[in-house]
């Protein structure tokens, strides 16, 4: 079957980094994406790996694996508004979206 | 660019109404869009894949008959959930891409209240 495991929760104080962790077991892979969810709203894109490596983006990176099926989401400098989920997809051989159940961010003061 | 519209943002209606969500792509055509159902503090679940002129695709355990997907255009996509029930309350949210490497990027959502 297909699989992608993230952390349900997780904390971190503001001005901080954290790392969000996702591995994947798909049928194919056509792409890693991260994006962004706050409490009552739609998702919206941060960030996109197709090939090994760090893609950069202001305060967010992700980094991909694929021959570990991991990646990462790295959020330098957190802020208030960074509390949200962040939800792992990957695109299998068919294209389709496979999701993460998210990992809900945290940040206190 | 890649923005997606999603219209209306909240309905509130009576059981038995059947309510129709439409789903725009405003700067690009969308051959494919897809359409989600999320339960509040559960993760995003793929209610069906909608193709431009062919039937749509439903996942397992979602009712055709029930919610009525239609894709007329290359810029829009209706989803009609059909004689609604208060479990039928619930975020929908639609999707569009525009490639197969590319993101989905998603519209604003609708909220569903079926009283």
């Known amino acids: 079957g297909q699989n992608i495991d993230q952390p349900t929760e997780m904390t971190a104080t503001e001005g901080a980094i954290v790392q969000i962790n996702c591995t994947y077991q798909t049928s194919g892979f056509n792409g890693l994406f991260w994006y962004q969810q706050h409490a009552g709203e739609a998702p919206t894109f941060l960030s996109y790996n197709v090939l090994d490596g760090l893609e950069e983006k202001g305060r967010f990176s992700s980094f991909l694996s694929r021959s570990k099926g991991y990646s990462y989401l790295l959020l330098k400098e957190l802020q208030m508004k960074d509390s949200a989920s962040y939800l792992c997809a990957v695109k299998d051989s068919n294209y389709q979206l496979i999701w993460g159940a998210g990992t809900k961010l945290i940040i206190k003061p | 660019g890649a923005v997606v519209s999603q219209h209306p943002s909240w309905v509130i209606c009576k059981s038995g109404t059947s309510v129709k969500i439409e789903c725009r792509s405003l700067d690009f055509q969308a051959t494919t869009m897809f359409w989600y159902r999320q339960f509040p503090k559960q993760s995003l679940m793929l209610m069906a894949t909608s193709n431009e002129g062919s039937k749509a695709t439903y996942e397992q355990g979602v009712e055709k008959d029930k919610f009525l997907i239609n894709h007329a255009s290359l810029t829009l996509s209706t989803l009609t959930v059909t004689s609604a029930h208060p479990e039928d309350s619930s975020f929908y949210i639609c999707?569009?891409?525009?490639?197969?490497?590319?993101?989905?990027?998603f519209g604003d959502g609708t909220r569903l209240s079926i009283l």
């Open positions: 999707s569009a891409g525009t490639g197969e490497y590319q993101p989905q990027h």
